[in-house]
Every structure is written in C-alpha cells, then in structure tokens.
Nanobody, 125 residues
Framework: QVQLVESGGGLVQAGDSLTLSCAASGSSFRKTFAMGWFRQAPGKEREFLAAISEGGTTLTYADSVKGRFTISRDDAKNTVYLQMNGLKLEDTAVYYC?????????????????WGQGTQVTVSS
C-alpha cells in the first residue's frame, strides 16, 4: 500500500500564494515513483495538475496551472510540494497528491489505487 498525507491547504485571497506538501509512505512506495498533484472542485471530476519524475528531471503541468504552480520533491523526506502563486477563484478545490510510477503517462484518474484525504484550498475574492 501507499499512504499519502497532504497538508498546507487553507483559505486565501485571490492573488495570494500557498504551498502544499504531501508525504508518501507505505510498503508499496518506492523513491523511484513519480509524484504528482491533482485536484477536485465541487461538482467536477478530479483533474491532473502537475507531476515530477524521480530525481526531478521531468516536470509536466496542466495548461490551467502552467506558469503559476511549481512542483518539487524532496526524496530524503519522500515529500512532494506544490507551490501555488497567483491563486484564482477557480483554483478552489480539494488537492490530492499521488505517488505512482505511471503518473507521467497521464493515465485515467480512476486507475489510481491509492488516494490521501486531500487538503482543501479555498480562494476568496
């Protein structure tokens, strides 16, 4: 199994910045896994936001967050981060992380086996 614990969410104003963290652990987790972030807004499907390969050599972002969000990882801590700048009202969602060797293939969300509890980000005007 893979345990994922997200943190760092909160209530912010439009234009603010926020950094999310996610610690991965569990018997199935491997430091070689790619790691990533997803989010789910009310009434919408969970969507991919960003992913980072082992060692951080490959980064990929959804168009909706490219240039505003930055993903990074600390392999010593098995932790992935999401630095979010210029937050918009439409960024309001529950944010989830992933640790999986196939994130960079952009496989369907339904095919992931494990999810954390997520962390709520609410952007107000």
């Amino acid at each position: 199994q893979v345990q994922l614990v997200e943190s760092g969410g909160g209530l912010v104003q439009a234009g603010d910045s926020l950094t999310l963290s996610c610690a991965a652990s569990g018997s199935s987790f491997r430091k070689t896994f790619a790691m990533g972030w997803f989010r789910q807004a009310p009434g919408k499907e969970r969507e991919f936001l960003a992913a980072i390969s082992e060692g951080g050599t490959t980064l990929t972002y959804a168009d909706s967050v490219k240039g505003r969000f930055t993903i990074s990882r600390d392999d010593a801590k098995n932790t992935v981060y999401l630095q979010m700048n210029g937050l918009k009202l439409e960024d309001t969602a529950v944010y989830y992380c992933q640790a999986d060797p196939t994130i960079l293939t952009h496989k369907p969300v339904a095919l992931y086996d494990y999810w954390g509890q997520g962390t709520q980000v609410t952007v107000s005007s």
